[in-house]
């Protein structure tokens, strides 16, 4: 697919937030991701050009992260968090029904192109374990039915809300833009914080 | 980025500190890093990233000491390829600490578990630092009883280049040198953990002039050479030091040879030419020896036309028949080394009596002469290192002379020094060294150097031999180094040119650049050779001899096509006696054809651009093939006036006894710039280079090499693009009365009324296709 | 009297705690006046005075730390945060973000003057959209508000902010990394020297802070540094962010003095999943050597823990209980650090791919008592030998474990399998999940 002038002078905005070009490498293959769902040849062509980088150089960067993704992934890219603590308190056990639900392995896509599964590393909120990502959206506190009632949610184009997040999950195509640094709007949407990560505060104000 | 080398020693005074290695005192520079240090004491730390010339990386930690600073120990070892000695540091190497013996072991024991241990079939076996270091710092069995990490073998990352990531240790020379050195980051290191490797760009192969160097230097059988895969076992193979014969850079080189063959050439060590590195050229470049068409013995033209293989006294003697008494002359071509360049100059003064005699083949001029004759080459590497300011003119170092790119792209990388460029288009190698581009047209270079400013005595200017091309160009030049005080180096292309020069191979010189018209000059020679006297009537130059009457020529290893396109039917008007090592075009029109050695097979020397004489003997023993001088020596018996140059090392002896000319020389006539050629919308002003990698006769026969060459493309400029309505890519037609050619194009920052074309590549050879090779105007159209 | 201090949360329990509105209705922006009127190295030496060290892992004073970046040496100078909370067990940056940006981009702002960078940014982790989102939006509210861009609140101070998204590295938390990473290249640890005070991001002086140390600032600037002294133990002064979670009733984010201990922790939230018995906890991450209930009283600062043979790393409390398997607990963290290694140094990346194997096999039941030792052996020939700190972190929890639960390593070779039941460690093991 050939870019959009739009698209290009997008590209040429996030290059100039940077004092050096080559920062904005790595918002540049988020805005691939959003344009094209993962890093294609074409995109690490284009990101060459514009930072004047040999496309080995792209590669090299690009191969290096695991958010990017060098296959498609689904429109709801779902991640598992199966280290130790999620793991054990759960995570190994959903993300072996969920494979097994959904008929794919690890890194997979189902047929219909709407769901993807990954497992994940510690996603930085242990205290709501355990823990599913959806397009890098918080799911707390799951539980093997609450993942299944979400993928099939999901590939029925109905997903249920992040716990913390917008009113409504977004592919990952335009979560892939927000990563890019571009603005959908939703920051205001969703809770400000979580029951746990209020506890503290909630004790120390004298509460049960 | 600081970047350690070997031997080398700054002008200013250095600092120097004392350290502790395993109870020796040492005392070495400040900024010395440990692992350096301790090899002055002759205490070997075993290692696998660390490499002087590239910047340090820690990666591989397999040079891991214990050191202290002061009393106070780091708490753990230390990887002493990243830290410099300091006053009070004493350090304990693998020799004294149990603890850096221990770590170092663990560290090989880890290296080898994913290693396919797969010596018996790997290239690098019994040369492999991985194989030496897992003997002499490794455990003598593994615990690992886990599954290796596989991946597809071997990946071609060029046709020139095979890679074995299962071999791989991630030791990262290979992408540093590309980065840092080449300045063609086309392998990187990719993915990551235990899944990172060397990799490129699926699209784009690993076409860097210098990537053999990643070969050379990796520490492990990573990286090998297509041609070289499955040849040989080091321990098989002869290694004689020898000198490349491709081009003026001067590489130090090391020749490998098994059984009467050589299978492969390698970078030598010179850390004031090449340092470590040499080009791809040089390092693949050699199959030419072997070509079926080298001529084994001699030939002479029967009476029905043909060249019979007839013995050598026959072949002397009808040669000696032919010039005897002929007006003569001698055309040596550029790749001659010093000694056989010695024996054709003495050869046509003395046996022929003239001075009719010109090593270069190829566009030249009367102001060149003059230029060579007069201007002082003061230039070298070591200016390079220091300059302020480097000025191309009419040449284009990672093209024609690729070891010069390296070492201004090091000060372009080490110090962002500036880069200026006359050229009509900024090449792919003016972008790298970020240079300056004034843009001219071929033949207008004259105002553009003349309006160059701000030079200082710490400023070279380089000259390529395409400038005289341009005429006023070396008049401009001249003056330039006259204002500024900058130092000037003049950089031939060929390996033979600044030795021809030095030997006299030029009509205007004689041995050690005496003026032919200095009698004082002649009077030295004359002695030298016990001859009465030296002519002093003006002798012809290459284009000169070709359109003159004269009746004889003696040719050595010259190429008609790169001269003019009628030069083969004008030399063939002639009685031509051959001195060559293949079938050419000469051939075809030779009375006597001589078989000369090729340079694996014989001794001598080349002087580089800097002046710099680099001996070799040969690496590969022919008792049937010779020396150029040697059968010029015989030669000249034969007509009766001896030139006395039985071998080489007389050559040499008699060359070196004669000197250099201390008189002085002539002052140069100063030329001006002709009018630039107007164009026409459709037309524009042709102009070229050579490829490092082309239609070269001497990378005949090297596929793999000849892979990685770049692809024939015609350049132009955005407007002309514009105009044709063609983008990169499309098919475009230059043409002109005498021919046409048709490339696709390629959309650059070109000159507008510029078409760039390659001289001598695929598809586009331009003497033979166009009948000009620049300064010329051509039709361009859309194909 | 709960001995919790909560600043940092303080208002993370108003539905627009986020927005800068609610941030200033709760006195929020009032400390870079107050700073920006200051001399910038008064500022530093307010830090320094405070005692507040990096709360990032590595605890060292965030006062020195700016007080590094040369000064009148006519280059850039940078602040970047380390936003790229990763380490496992720890959510206490991220919660932060997510309720109160604002009170980041101050601590920025006054550290930005304080070192006299006019550039700063934020690197945070790519996988936490909505946060992204929240930190976005509150840069572009403070430049609308004039607390960010040219002559901030008319004092003469510029400050450009961007916000940088990471894409997955684990790695790119270690300064140097993030640095590369920030400049485009692979996330990989630079050697040092240089240090990035000297030469940091695009090789010009830079000031590398964790996200709540930076967002500790304002609070100290506002109330002083006898406040912030008051709180805390000796060498560990002030408050900071607790996060507990794992098998307890109510995990969460516990704000406290230094130098509180897991015993009293456990009290105020409401104790260890019921029915159960604390078994090994972290204090700071996975990378920090595990405890076990002999540690209940360790106080949690700097020293304590160090005292103790651990490391108070991020403060993250994992505790898990009787139920859980010490050997695939080991292995998974194992596979984590497998994952993350940047594969830069040979210890890490092939280090971790064999330890993977050795600890599966061990897990499985399959080997010998000899091959714990060989694990040991490994560990030392990776711990310290690496080129960052990643690889210790790998070592740190097999050591510890081996160090506390050999047994339970040797049970499993005894039975020839895992002798746990996974189930029995989840949350639903009730439900009746087959």
């Not at chain 1, 002078?9 to 920062?23: A, C």
């Not at chain 2, 006597?592 to 014989?602: N, Q, S, W, Y």
């Not at chain 3, 002030?238 to 995990?251: A, D, I, M, Q, W």
């Not at chain 3, 390593?409 to 002798?419: F, R």
Request: with cysteine; charged share 25%; aromatic share 6%.
């Amino acid at each position: 697919m050939a870019y959009t002038a739009e698209q290009l002078s997008v590209m040429d905005s996030i290059i100039s937030r940077y004092p050096r070009k080559r920062s904005a490498i790595m918002p540049l293959l988020h805005y691939v991701q959003s344009i094209e769902g993962y890093v294609t040849n074409e995109g690490i062509e284009l990101i060459g050009q514009k930072l004047e980088l040999a496309t080995a150089e792209v590669t090299a960067v690009s191969t290096f992260y695991t958010q990017y993704k060098s296959k498609p992934v689904g429109e709801y890219h779902v991640g598992i968090c199966t280290n130790t603590l999620c793991a054990v308190m759960g995570g190994d056990a959903i993300f072996e029904s969920i494979k097994e639900h959904l008929d794919i392995e690890n890194d997979g896509v189902t047929g219909d192109g709407k769901v993807s599964v990954e497992h994940i590393e510690c996603n930085a909120a242990c205290d709501y374990a355990p823990v599913v990502m959806v397009n890098w959206e918080f799911y707390d506190n799951q539980t093997v039915q609450s993942v299944k009632d979400l993928v099939d949610g999901a590939r029925a184009g109905n997903p249920p809300a992040p716990t913390r997040g917008p009113k409504s999950l977004r592919t990952w195509k335009q979560n892939s833009a927000v990563l890019a640094g571009i603005s959908d709007g939703l920051a205001n949407e969703g809770i400000q914080a979580g029951e746990p990560s209020l506890l503290g505060l909630k004790k120390a104000k004298g509460g049960a | 980025m600081s970047i350690q080398e070997l031997g080398t020693q700054s002008q200013v005074e250095v600092e120097m500190i004392t350290c502790v290695i395993d109870g020796f005192e040492i005392t070495v520079p400040k900024g010395t890093l440990v692992i350096r240090a301790a090899e002055k004491l002759g205490i070997q730390i075993p290692r696998f990233c660390d490499h002087p010339l590239l910047a340090p990386a820690g990666a591989c930690r397999q040079c891991l000491v214990d050191i202290e600073i002061n009393g106070r120990a780091f708490p753990k070892p230390q990887a002493s390829c990243t830290i410099p000695v300091e006053n009070g540091m004493i350090v304990k190497t693998q020799l004294t600490s149990p603890v850096a013996d221990k770590a170092q072991k663990g560290i090989m024991e880890l290296l080898l578990i994913n290693h396919p241990l797969d010596c018996p079939v790997c290239d690098k076996g019994g040369e492999c630092p991985l194989q030496n270091q897992a003997m002499s710092n490794g455990r003598s069995e593994s615990r690992f009883e886990g599954v290796k990490r596989t991946f597809e073998k071997p990946v071609p990352i060029s046709s020139q280049v095979l890679l074995d990531r299962e071999r791989c240790v991630l030791c990262a020379r290979c992408t540093r040198f590309s980065e840092q050195i080449a300045g063609d980051p086309f392998i990187t290191l990719n993915e990551r953990g235990a899944l990172q490797q060397v990799g490129i760009y699926e699209e784009e192969p690993f076409d860097s002039y210098y990537s053999g160097n990643t070969v050379q230097i990796c520490p492990v059988g990573a990286l090998t050479g297509t041609s070289y895969r499955f040849r040989a076992r080091p321990f098989d193979l002869v290694s004689t030091d020898s000198a490349c014969e491709h081009c003026a850079s001067g590489c130090s080189m090391r020749t490998d040879v098994r059984r009467g063959k050589t299978l492969r050439r390698l970078a030598g060590e010179d850390a004031d030419v090449n340092e470590e590195w040499n080009c791809d050229k040089g390092r693949w470049a050699f199959k030419y020896e072997v070509a079926k068409n080298r001529i084994k013995s001699p030939m002479v033209r029967d009476a029905n036309g043909q060249l019979q293989e007839v013995s050598w006294p026959e072949a002397l003697a009808a040669a000696a028949q032919g010039l005897k008494n002929s007006r003569s002359g001698v055309l040596v071509g550029g790749r001659a080394t010093i000694e056989d360049s010695y024996g054709y100059s003495k050869f046509a003064r003395v046996a022929l009596g003239t001075n009719n005699i010109d090593f270069r083949a190829r566009r030249h001029s009367q102001e060149e002469s003059d230029f060579l004759a007069s201007a002082k080459l003061t230039a070298t590497y070591k200016d390079i290192d220091t300059a302020d300011h480097v000025v191309l003119i009419s040449f284009e170092p990672e093209d024609e002379s690729p070891i010069v790119f390296l070492r201004i792209y090091k000060q372009v990388y080490k110090r962002s020094i500036k880069v200026t460029n006359v050229a009509p288009l900024a090449s792919r190698g003016s972008e790298k060294l970020k240079a300056n581009l004034i843009k001219t047209t071929a033949g207008d270079e004259v105002q553009a150097i003349s309006n160059i400013s701000g030079l200082t005595s710490k400023s070279v200017i380089l000259v390529g031999e395409r400038i005289s091309e341009t005429e006023g160009g070396l008049s401009a030049v001249l003056k330039l180094v006259e204002n500024s005080g900058a130092k000037l180096g003049w950089i031939p292309r060929r390996a033979g040119e600044r030795g021809a020069i030095s030997a006299g191979a030029i009509p205007n010189l004689l041995p050690g650049n005496r003026p032919i018209t200095d009698s004082a000059a002649r009077v030295d020679i004359a002695t030298a050779w016990s001859v009465d006297s030296i002519s002093n009537e003006p002798g012809m130059n290459t284009d000169e001899m070709i359109n003159s009457d004269l009746q004889a020529l003696v040719i050595g290893g010259v190429d008609p096509m790169d001269i003019s396109a009628d030069a083969k039917i004008k030399l063939s008007k002639k009685f031509i006696v051959s001195l060559e090592i293949r079938q050419s075009d000469i051939t075809d029109i030779a009375a006597v054809v001589l078989p000369v050695a090729a340079v694996v097979e014989k001794s001598g020397s080349f002087m580089d651009w800097q002046g710099k004489v680099r001996k070799f003997d040969s690496a590969v023993d022919q008792t049937l093939n010779r020396s150029d001088v040697r059968i010029l020596s015989m030669l000249a018996d034969e007509i009766g006036r001896p030139i006395n140059l039985p071998t080489v090392k007389s050559a040499r002896a008699e060359f070196d006894s004669i000197g250099n000319w201390d008189g002085s020389v002539n002052s140069m006539k100063v030329r001006s710039a002709v009018a630039v050629k107007s164009v026409s919308a459709d037309e524009a002003v042709l102009t070229s280079w050579r490829n490092l990698l082309d239609k070269g006769s001497l990378q005949d026969g090297e596929e793999n090499l000849a892979g990685t060459a770049r692809k024939s493309m015609i350049i132009i400029s955005k407007s002309r693009a514009k105009a044709l309505n063609v983008e990169t890519g499309d098919h475009v037609r230059v043409s002109n009365s005498y021919g046409a050619i048709t490339l696709p194009c390629q959309i650059g920052d070109i000159d507008e009324a510029s078409v760039w074309l390659p001289r001598n590549s695929l598809n586009s050879q331009l003497i033979r296709n166009l009948g000009v090779v620049s300064n010329s105007v051509v039709k361009v159209a859309k194909a | 009297m709960s001995k919790l201090t909560p600043v940092l949360s303080a208002s993370w329990d108003q539905a627009d705690s986020f927005t800068i509105d609610g941030y200033k209705r709760n006195g929020g922006y009032t400390a870079i006046s107050k700073a920006l009127s200051m001399q910038p190295d008064e500022v530093i030496q307010l830090i320094k005075d405070s005692g507040l060290r990096g709360r990032g892992g590595a605890g060292f004073p965030t006062g020195n730390k700016w007080g590094f970046i040369p000064q009148g040496d006519n280059k850039e100078h940078y602040f970047v945060v380390n936003a790229d909370e990763s380490e496992p067990g720890t959510c206490k940056d991220t919660p932060l973000m997510m309720a109160n940006p604002h009170v980041l981009i101050e601590g920025i702002i006054i550290g930005s003057f304080a070192i006299r960078a006019n550039h700063a940014f934020i690197y945070i982790r790519g996988e936490v959209t909505h946060v992204v989102r929240r930190v976005q939006q509150a840069i572009e509210d403070a430049y609308k508000a004039g607390l960010l861009g040219k002559n901030i609140l008319g004092k003469g101070f510029d400050l450009e902010l961007v916000l940088h998204v990471g894409a997955g590295a684990y790695i790119c938390g270690e300064e140097t990394a993030l640095l590369d990473s920030l400049e485009g290249f692979r996330g990989q640890p630079r050697l040092r020297p240089p240090f990035p005070a000297i030469a940091g991001l695009y090789a010009k002086p830079t000031v590398v802070n964790n996200v709540e140390s930076v967002a500790s600032v304002p609070s100290i600037i506002s109330n002083g540094v006898e406040w912030f002294t008051a709180m805390g133990t000796e060498k560990s002064k002030g408050f900071t962010l607790y996060s507990l979670s794992g098998h307890v009733n109510n995990p969460g984010q516990f704000e406290a003095p230094l130098g509180i201990t897991l015993r009293e922790l456990l009290e105020i939230s409401g104790g260890v999943r019921s029915g159960h018995r604390l078994k090994f906890w972290t204090p700071g991450g996975s990378s920090t050597p595990i405890f076990t209930d002999a540690h209940l009283d360790v106080p949690l600062d700097y020293e304590g823990v160090s005292a103790a043979g651990s490391m108070l790393g991020t403060k993250a409390l994992q505790i898990f209980d009787e139920t859980t398997c010490i050997v695939r607990a080991v292995l998974r963290w194992t596979e984590f650090y497998k994952h993350e290694s940047c594969g830069k140094c040979t210890p890490c990346r092939e280090g971790t791919w064999w330890l993977v194997q050795v600890l599966k096999d061990l897990e499985a039941g399959r080997g010998t008592e000899a091959d714990l030792d060989k694990l040991l052996d490994l560990c030392d020939n990776i711990m310290g030998r690496s080129f960052c700190a990643l690889a210790d972190g790998a070592a740190s929890p097999i050591i510890s474990s081996l160090k506390y639960f050999r047994q339970e390593y040797l049970d499993h070779l005894a039975a020839g399998k895992c002798p746990f039941d996974p189930i029995a460690s989840t949350l639903f093991d009730t439900t009746g999940v087959k």
